[in-house]
């Protein structure tokens, strides 16, 4: 644990990790470290949201990210709406401030919202009385995926070698330009002292990135993961891409997929991780997404319960209470 003080945390909503700092950053790390032994007990269950109601309003598909904020909030006894856009009143044509007019109207706690466009979480924050929390918004922030991928480092650190953070290096490989969760991990991780690389196709890197993110570029896949400690690939998303990015999906893994010959170049004991959904022979080769000693993939999954859990309670509660606790509530 990064132990950080649970007073740490103060914010009424969560729309990126840009502009976090650690005591912040080690306060939800600590609160999910303590309170996923929830999620191995014979009931899954505790008190201590009671009362408190949890809206996840997604605009966009998602496996992961919605099952596991509707598990957090249920396994905290809160009561959790699901709304997806192809189901609600959106597809007949409300827009998001109407939309978010008739939420205020139902005073919930807690929104968690994806959306396509960027800044769509930050729009709800200036206009609803509840907390806001981005669960991925266009182009700009994946701020939870981000922070079940620290608590998911932060587990292996001593297989690294390392006590925490500072001086690690992750390599970020892919589609960077279109990836939020590539730029929420270069914010938290440059804060946390760690050294980033991004990799990937020149057509799929932001510009001035660099400059933007405090971080090396590397265009050869082989660069970037050599001696890292860490090696995140990134899922190609080709339903962002109206134009031709690269050549076709097999010239991409060849020259950007991790493959066992890659992986080689890392530190011995790096880790592989991958946001998902998985393409299997495009971003990463099944011997390296199913090697148990080197991937820690489903591991995220499970994390990621974990760190929504703690998320929500501290937008819930705005307690301060010993994140040691909170799981005996």
């Known amino acids: ?118 800044g769509a979480p930050h729009f709800l924050a200036r206009h609803l009385d509840a907390g806001i929390i981005n669960a991925g918004d266009g182009q700009h922030e994946h701020p939870t995926q981000c922070l079940l991928d620290l608590l998911t480092m932060q587990d292996h650190l001593g297989k690294m070698g390392r006590d925490n953070f500072e001086g690690m ?51 050869r896949m082989e660069e970037a993961v050599e001696g890292a400690d860490v090696v995140m690939m990134l899922r190609l998303q080709q339903e962002r891409m109206a134009a031709a990015y690269l050549p076709s999906v097999r010239e991409y893994f060849r020259y950007w997929g991790l493959t066992r010959q890659r992986l080689e170049l890392t530190r011995p004991h790096a880790v592989v991780m991958h946001p998902g959904p998985i393409n299997r022979g495009v971003e990463i080769a099944t011997d390296v997404a199913d090697n148990p000693n080197r991937s820690v993939i489903l591991e995220q999954v499970t994390n990621g319960l974990a760190v929504r859990m703690a998320v929500l309670y501290h937008l819930c509660t705005g307690a301060a209470r010993s994140a040691s606790n909170i799981a005996g509530e």
């Open 1 to 118: 644990m990064m132990n950080a003080d649970n007073n740490a945390w103060s914010r009424k909503h969560l729309l990126g990790m840009d502009g976090l700092n650690r005591e912040e950053i080690g306060a939800i790390l600590d609160t999910a470290s303590a309170i996923r032994e929830v999620n191995h007990r014979p009931i899954k269950k505790v008190p201590i949201l009671k009362g408190k109601t949890v809206i996840n309003l997604f605009y966009e598909n998602s496996t992961r990210t919605r099952t596991s904020f509707e598990l957090a909030g249920k396994r905290m006894s809160a009561d959790v709406v699901n709304i997806s856009a192809s189901s609600s009143s959106v597809s007949k044509g409300e827009t998001l401030l109407d939309t978010m007019a008739n939420l205020q109207a139902m005073n919930p706690d807690v929104v968690v919202l994806r959306h396509p466009n960027s």
């Open 169 to 219: 290096t992750v390599a970020i490989c892919g589609d960077v330009l279109h990836s939020r969760v590539a730029r929420s991990n270069a914010f938290a991780l440059r804060t946390l002292g760690a050294k980033v690389r991004f990799s990937g196709p020149p057509t799929l890197m932001p510009s001035r990135a660099e400059e933007v993110f405090d971080v090396t570029v590397h265009h």
